[in-house]
């Protein structure tokens, strides 16, 4: 059984960092692009950050562009991480992980519809 299993919030202030990590199993996810994606009361789920099977290629929501970072762990491709830095409010949500069941290329890394598996999220408040 595939599971994606997100860890790593909490409740911080503006200006924080914390970071995320998404740990896959049931299946490889070396050869398949990974995100992160969010969800804040009211809204829809949003796309905040995606990387290809390789890490070479890192893709981000022009709203936490230069203050996340995504990344793959170098030795366990099947473990992502989510580096939020200078948090704001508007930041609060819950934040899921995704996993495509191949590798995503473009637009596509952007779009929920690309990715098959999904965390159960972990919650992020940012205080002001």
């Known amino acids: 059984q595939v599971q994606l299993v997100e860890s790593g919030g909490g409740l911080v202030q503006a200006g924080d960092s914390l970071r995320l990590s998404c740990a896959a199993s049931?299946?490889?996810?070396?050869?398949?692009?990974m995100g992160w994606f969010r969800q804040a009361p009211g809204k829809e789920r949003e796309f905040v950050a995606a990387?290809?099977?390789?890490?070479?290629?890192?893709?981000y929501a022009d709203s936490v562009q230069g203050r996340f970072t995504i990344s793959r762990a170098a030795n366990a491709k099947d473990t992502v991480y989510l580096q939020m830095n200078s948090l704001k409010p508007e930041d609060t949500a819950v934040y899921y992980c995704?996993?495509?069941?191949?590798?995503?290329?473009?637009?596509?890394?952007?779009?929920?519809?690309?990715?098959?598996?999904w965390g159960l999220g972990t919650q992020v408040t940012v205080s002001s």
């Open positions: 990387i290809s099977r390789s890490g070479g290629s890192t893709y």
């Open positions: 049931g299946r490889t996810f070396s050869r398949s692009a």
């Open positions: 995704a996993a495509d069941r191949s590798d995503c290329s473009g637009d596509d890394c952007y779009a929920l519809y690309t990715y098959d598996y």
